[in-house]
Structures are given as C-alpha cells and as structure tokens.
C-alpha cells in the first residue's frame, strides 16, 4: 500500500483528533493510508475537517451563480447560512458573471475548506460560444492553477472520464446519458477534439500543480447515473475502476485524493454500490452526490437524497453533498439551501449513530435529548436541536397549559409512567 507523507503540525492533528473523538494514532494512521483526507490549501487558515474512514460524516453545501442568476452577494450569503447551519465545506459551483470575484468573496467570508470545478471556468472564459469544445489541456490546467493560488481547498476533476468509460457509456442505454456538468463538458470536449481527456492523460502535471498547493483532489463522478434506471452500470463502474488507479497514483505522490460517486440509485443498491466503490478505491475517502433513491419528488430532494445519504452513510460513505429543494427545478435560495443543509446534516447524524468509531460520541447526543424529553425539560431540548429555532417556533406556536406539549397535554404518557413507577420503587 502507498503512503501519503504529510505534512501536518502535530497540535493539528491534536486538534482533529480531539473534535472527530478518536486517537491521534487512528487519524495519523488513516492520513498515512490516504483513507483520510483533510483538505486544506497551503495557504489555508481554516477548520480542519478530516474526511474519511473513522471519521463523522461531513456535509458539503454547492453554492455559486448561474448564468441566469448572477449574483455573488447572495452566494456569499448562501455559503455564511449553510455554515452556520453546520455545513463541513463549501464549493463554488458558479457558472454565470464575473466566477473569480464569487470565487474570491466566498473564500474571504467562510473559514471552513472551499471547493470548486476549475474546468467551469477553463470552458466559460472563452468568449465565443464553442467555449467547451474550444478550451484546450492548458487552459484546464491553468484554471486548476489559478483556484490553487487563490487558496481553493479542493478541486474536482473528472480524470476517470476517459475513452474507455466513454466507450461504456457509448454502447449503454441510459435514459439520461450524462448529468454531471464537468462530465459533460469534458466528454462534449473529447468528442468533438477526438482526443484523450487531458484530466487522464496528464494526470501527472495535475499532481505536481496539487502538491505545489496542497491541494486535495476530489476525483469526480462524471459518469454518475442521473435517474433509477442508470444506476450500477457498466459506465459508472468503470470510471470507479479508472479512479481507483486514479488514488493509487495521487498516494504515491502525496497527494490527498478523495473520490465522488453516484448520484441516483435505489434502496437496494446503495450497499454495493459503496462497498464496491470503496473496495475499488482502496477505501479513499467517498464523497456522495445523493444518492436520491427515486426520481418522482421535485421540490423535495432533499428528502430523497437524505435517505440515501443516511444508509450510503451507514455502508461507509464518508462525505454528503448537500441537494437542496430546488434540485432539478431551479437555482436555489437562501432558505432552499439553509434547508438543505439542515436536512442533509440529520442525514450525517444519523449515518453516524451506526458508524464503526462514531456511534458512541453521535449516541450521547440523542440521549441527552431523551433525558430532556423525559424530565420536559424544554429549555435544554431547543437547545440541543439540529434547527433549535424551528424548533422553538413550533413549541411556541400552539402551547401546551401543562408543563408537556399540546400534543397530548395531561394525558402526557411521559409524565404519566414516570409518576407511576416512581410510586411503584
Ligand atoms: S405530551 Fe405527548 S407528545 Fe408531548 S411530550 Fe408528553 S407524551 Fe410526548
């Protein structure tokens, strides 16, 4: 097995270890393995989030413009609301007006690791409208270098999008062929250059610019089924194979590589699917758009990513990217990723009651809200909740002449078996 050497100062890694709840030896053993990653810039002054085998599940929140909707005061709010409602990292996904001034006021008002897709920029700074056919390797290279030495955290790169997974998606009978932005750009791109994606064939040079920068690659799912019908197919599961090789190479080099994966997938298949991912990889920290479990319920995927992402968390997914009610339908607000982040980070919560080196620390948590539920202690019970002011506006909207809730008032069955028993010892 390949090692990563790092380089982090060991009251960081105190620090890591003291948050994640688990021994330094475990974390440092987990970074050597590249199981872990931290992603964070050279540069970088900001949380330390450690991602990977062991640790709690973290939770991303996609912000950034549109052409459409271009506004950066309003993505720069979106990335503040989604950290503060617990978000572990922030990408700039921006696609629409000036993408470095976004990139660059996201970076001065967050302090947890940011993300970004550099080959959106390489594509959108051409002027003429062949833009994504038109780029060439230097110019996806040098948007790569350019986030880099603006203090970007983490980039991701669809590297595993070479002819011989297009070759797969080629001979497939998805319904819905590509989803993934940076997928599409690139295969539109080799298509029409007929060449090998320069992600692939220069994978080496993407190393150096990573290591120069510390930068943490998040080798991306650009085959990532987009409905219930493509999932697990021979696409997908041979760019996991590409980015298997994909980590081996970056370990050895150094460099801390996570990998993303799928995307829709149903119930049923969401174990394998991670199992197989993580096996293929090595278990590289796995980080999961989704998965949504069904495709029927616009305007709340949310919902449907969560209780994906709750049982991939469960099967050792390590990473969930916040879907927002607008999914599929809109770019969304303020409030859409505020909740979507919260219901995304129930999701990570509940993966982690059930996580091999997290359930104890995530199991005293929800008993403390048992014991405030049994003593109606209300105070403590807001206090300690994911969204503590949701969930004062709904004690408060209809409340209760007792000392329970107005669900059940006197008849409170708490209360009641308590003073029971208590008559009984
Ligand atoms: S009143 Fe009913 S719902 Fe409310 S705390 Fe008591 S048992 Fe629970």
């Known amino acids: 097995m390949s090692s990563i050497v790092f380089n982090w100062e060991e009251k960081d890694l105190e620090q890591v270890s003291l948050t994640e709840g688990l021994s330094l030896e475990k974390l440092k053993r987990g970074l050597k393995a590249g199981r872990v990653v931290i992603p964070r810039n050279a540069k970088g002054d900001i949380a330390l989030k450690a991602i990977g085998e062991g640790m709690s599940t973290k939770v991303n929140v996609n912000v950034g413009t549109s052409k459409d909707f271009v506004n950066s005061g309003e993505e720069v709010e979106k990335a503040k609301i989604a950290v503060k409602y617990g978000a572990d990292t922030i990408m700039d996904l921006s696609t629409g007006g ?15 690791p940011v993300g970004t897709v550099p080959i959106y920029q390489a594509a959108l700074e051409k002027t003429d409208e062949r833009a994504v056919v038109d780029m060439n390797a230097d110019d996806m290279f040098n948007a790569v270098r350019k986030h880099a030495k603006d203090g970007i955290d983490f980039v991701t790169i669809h590297a595993g ?17 590509v989803v993934s932005r940076g997928g599409a750009f ?14 692939y064939s220069e994978y080496d040079y993407l190393l150096e610019i990573a290591k120069e920068y510390d930068l943490t690659l998040s080798l991306g799912d650009g085959m ?6 493509d999932a697990s197919d021979r696409a997908k599961y041979m760019e996991t194979i590409v980015l298997g090789e994909l980590v081996e190479q970056a370990r050895k080099e150094g460099v801390q590589a996570m990998v993303e994966g799928p995307g829709h997938v149903p ?25 949504l479990v069904t495709d029927v319920a616009p305007g709340y995927d949310h ?8 049982i991939a968390g469960m099967y050792g997914a390590d990473f969930l990217c916040m879907v927002s009610p607008s999914e599929h339908l809109a770019l969304p607000s303020v409030d859409e990723i505020k909740e979507g982040t919260i219901v995304t980070k129930i999701a990570a919560h509940a993966a982690d009651l ?10 005293l948590m929800d008993d403390e809200m048992a014991h405030a539920r049994k003593n109606l202690d209300w105070k403590r019970q807001l206090e300690i909740a994911i969204n503590p002011e949701e969930a004062r506006r709904i004690r408060n909207s209809r409340p209760s002449e007792s000392d329970a809730c107005s669900i059940c008032g006197d008849l409170c069955a708490i209360k009641m078996v308590k003073a029971f028993l208590k008559r009984k010892s």
């Open 98 to 112: 000036d993408l470095d001034e976004t990139r660059r006021a996201i970076l001065k008002e967050v302090n947890v």
């Open 161 to 177: 999008v070479n002819q011989n997974s297009l070759e797969r998606l080629r001979r497939s009978e998805r319904i819905l062929d």
């Open 186 to 199: 690139l295969i539109a791109w080799m298509i029409h250059n007929e060449q090998e994606n320069p992600f």
């Open 224 to 229: 990532r089924p987009g409905c219930i019908s």
């Open 267 to 291: 119930l049923d298949e969401i174990e394998a699917s991670v199992k197989t991912i993580k096996h293929i990889t090595d278990f590289a920290p796995l980080y999961l758009l989704g998965p």
């Open 303 to 310: 919902f449907v990513s969560a209780i994906g992402g709750a």
């Open 354 to 363: 059930v996580k091999e080196g997290q359930r104890e620390r995530a199991r």
